[in-house]
């Protein structure tokens, strides 16, 4: 099924959601599609037309649809029409911006703001916002600013911050809502202000996971995996695994671009694992004194989601160096793909060992995903990869129909990938036989 047009980073950078026989998607131009599943027939579209920087997406609950528009608002759509319901703004300066795919749960809508937007990047002052919408009405419930500091770290006219760019994992049980967040800005620093020097001290509470109380937003405890980052090492991806052995132990897993996969404890933070995962180079450096060649870089470490089954958790990642300067801040430029093979890591949730480890070809930033005795990703480059799960073994490969940027769905024995990169994004169904 086509995704006609392209964004910074192809078309789609996001999951599609099944539900029953539908699928539903959100492109980078905001456009929302409807999909019979077993046809790929279109069932209806929205059409928002408008640049997204990427990750968006979609969630569904209560018969709605919830999407990013505009990089400014959460909408609901009719999931049986398209129709919109209703649309909130969540911005709070004209350039910080939504860079996340929606999470309905228990009445709420979860969203974040960040300071990257069509319109800027990291301008001083922007600070990314945790949002709770009420899903029926979109009136905001609570915030949770995630910068502690109310002056950004002393300099507000320089740094900026924060915000999450993918969903949180969310623990009915104990009523939290567990959210990783992005870094601190300016990295490396400035002519001014080298080494970060305009943001003294942690800055909290960037590179952080951050568990909240799910119905009132406030903060029931936090753990920091990189103080004062120069490096852009967001820590935003998390999950919740439960660890089968003896009592059932559940954990809380936290990961991202510093190439790290921690395990927490969910009753207070406390840190039970970490495991490098990836190539490592430098990334240690608490001040840089001259140009230096960093792994993970802007561009490595874990960039998409993680799978976690039995106890075990499935990441990918992305070996891109950066070269960075302790006087010259470097957002994005200095992001190379293709330069050394990615990896495909099992790590034991329990013990933090590594179970086994596969090098791939290309760069895999798109997630990983466990069906059945498989691990599944695919690559930039255009490859979809299917692992043994036990093993790691690469069992198959499959060349797809343009670069993939985003992290499949699957129901049964039906994958459906987002494959974003190319001249023709497209959603695309495979049958696992």
């Not at 942690?202 to 009132?216: E, G, I, M, Q």
């Not at 490098?276 to 450096?285: K, R, S």
């Not at 997630?367 to 690469?394: C, E, H, M, P, Y």
């Amino acid at each position: 099924m086509p995704l006609p047009g392209s964004a910074g980073y192809g078309n789609a950078s996001t999951t599609p959601l099944i539900v029953g026989n539908t699928v539903y998607v959100q492109d980078l131009q905001s456009n929302v599609r409807a999909i019979d599943l077993s046809s790929g027939k279109v069932l209806w579209i929205h059409n928002y037309n408008t640049f997204e920087v990427g990750p968006d997406g979609v969630a569904v609950g209560y018969g709605r649809v919830y999407v990013q528009k505009n990089s400014q608002e959460i909408a609901a759509l009719d999931a049986k029409t398209g129709r919109e319901i209703w649309s909130t703004r969540l911005t709070l300066t004209k350039t910080d911006g939504i860079d996340i795919q929606p999470t309905v749960v228990a009445g709420l809508v979860l969203a974040s703001t960040t300071p990257i937007s069509v319109r800027d990047q990291y301008k001083g002052g922007d600070r990314g916002v945790l949002w709770a919408l009420d899903a029926r009405t979109g009136k905001r419930v609570w915030t949770f600013d995630t910068v502690q500091s109310k002056t950004l770290w002393g300099h507000p006219e320089i740094n900026s911050g924060g915000g999450a760019w993918y969903p949180p994992a969310v623990d009915l049980k104990r009523g939290l809502v567990y959210w990783g967040i992005a870094n601190p800005a300016p990295f490396s620093g400035t002519a001014e202000f080298p080494n970060g020097s305009s943001r003294p001290g942690p800055n909290l509470y960037t590179d952080s996971l951050v568990a909240l109380h799910l119905r009132t937003g406030k903060l029931a405890w936090f753990y920091q995996e990189t103080p004062h980052d120069l490096f852009d090492y967001d820590f935003v991806l998390t999950a919740i695994a439960n660890t089968p052995g003896g009592n059932l132990t559940q954990r809380v897993i936290g990961t991202g671009k510093a190439g790290h996969v921690v395990a927490l404890d969910p009753i207070n933070g406390k840190k039970l694992i970490d495991t490098p995962v990836g190539m490592h180079q430098n990334d240690n450096l608490k001040r840089l004194t001259s140009p230096t060649n960093v792994l993970p870089g802007e561009f490595g470490g874990v960039l998409t989601p993680p799978a976690v089954a039995d106890g075990t958790i499935y990441v990918a990642a992305v070996n891109a160096p950066s070269t960075y300067y302790p006087n010259k801040t470097d957002f994005f430029a200095g992001a190379t793909l293709g330069q050394l093979p990615g990896q495909i890591e099992a790590v034991d949730a329990r013990s933090g060992r590594v179970l086994w480890d596969t090098p791939v070809d290309g760069d895999p930033l798109g997630g990983t995903l466990v069906l059945g005795d498989l691990v599944l990703t695919g690559t930039f480059q255009g490859t979809i990869i299917a692992l043994n799960r036990s093993t790691g073994k690469i069992v198959r490969t499959m060349t797809a129909p343009g670069g993939i940027n985003g992290w499949p769905a699957a129901t049964h024995n039906t994958i459906v990938w987002p494959i974003g990169i190319g001249k023709s994004p497209s959603l695309v169904a495979y049958r696992l036989s």
